[in-house]
């Protein structure tokens, strides 16, 4: 039985090794998802000339070799839990599996759709492709993503971290990014850090070295300022290091009570029912229904 240790290493080689096919191959923005994932270990963001399209696509990641066991014909063959089929196959983005071998450094990726899939009562199987390597010849598979106008990626980042978003509605946090000045991707390491806690990565690089834009596109429900003597030297003495104080937007806030309203119903008692008074002969007088 392979050690606690042994796993967590081995299943940080898959998100490694995806994270280098996306940024170096591709030139795609990876975006771990570290903070309340339900099966999604990554949004990968698609790029034209080294710029942000808003298209996103969503990966579950498995790393080992005990994923490359079960071989057929066509590849491989990997088998999951209904929970997670239906909620890859519900997902507002569409959800690509990356299956990642460390001994041989081969890594697949599948579609999930239900269509591909084997399904009985207990679980499910999807066959990956021996031939669906991943690396940059499959850019147009893999660029898939909902085509959005503007309205309709900002609709789409608010229902994405609907999760994170909830962290902030009672309590402020501080977030940290890091200006590289000898790089081409110089914004990057963006943490969040709330009180008490241990900082959360939450971005890994972003093309620019505007941090309003990086914020826009990346946390438009965060307003943010920075903080007095915010820029510092990173210890390296290659990069500006800023701190900005984040808080949740006042629209941001009403998304999330939308919701909540949304997933819960109406729960309020409605008023009580006027009713006619049959006392009084000259006309119809309505009273307050009275049921003690």
């Keep these: 039985m392979a050690s606690v240790v042994g796993s967590a290493l081995t299943e940080r080689e898959g998100v490694i090794a995806a994270d280098a096919i996306f940024t170096k191959q591709f030139r795609w923005l990876f975006r771990e998802q570290k903070v309340l994932d339900f099966g999604v270990d990554a949004e990968v963001e698609i790029t034209e000339d080294d710029m942000p399209t808003g298209k996103l696509i969503a990966l579950q990641i498995k790393s080992g070799t005990s994923f490359f066991k079960q071989e057929i014909k066509e590849g491989y063959v990997f088998y999951g839990e209904m929970r997670h089929l239906k909620y890859w196959t519900n997902h507002v983005l569409p959800m690509f599996l990356i299956l990642h071998n460390p001994e041989t450094g081969v890594t697949l990726y599948q579609r999930i759709e239900e269509r591909l899939c084997k399904i009985t009562d207990k679980r499910w199987s999807i066959v990956v492709p ?8 499959a850019a147009g598979d893999l660029a898939a993503g909902p085509d959005l ?3 309709g990626q900002l609709r789409l980042r608010f229902s994405l971290d609907a999760p994170l978003m909830e962290r902030f509605v009672d309590a402020d946090a501080k977030m940290i990014w890091e200006y590289w000045f000898n790089k081409s991707l110089s914004l990057r390491n963006a943490r969040l850090i ?9 971005g890994g690089w972003y093309p620019t070295d505007d941090i309003g834009l990086a914020m826009q596109n990346l946390f438009p429900w965060l307003t943010y300022e920075y903080e007095d003597d915010s820029t510092k030297w990173d210890v390296s003495g290659e ?8 808080s949740l937007r006042p629209e941001a806030k009403a998304y999330l009570e939308a ?3 949304f997933r819960e119903g109406i729960t309020d008692e409605p008023p009580d029912q006027p009713v006619r008074d049959d006392e009084e002969d000259d006309g119809w007088i309505y009273r307050i229904r009275d049921d003690d």
């Design 130 to 137: 021996r031939d669906n390597a991943l690396n940059a010849s």
């Design 149 to 151: 106008d503007e309205e």
């Design 194 to 202: 709330f009180e008490g806690e241990e900082p959360i990565e939450v």
């Design 239 to 246: 990069a500006d290091i800023f701190t900005l104080l984040v």
């Design 259 to 261: 919701e909540r309203f």
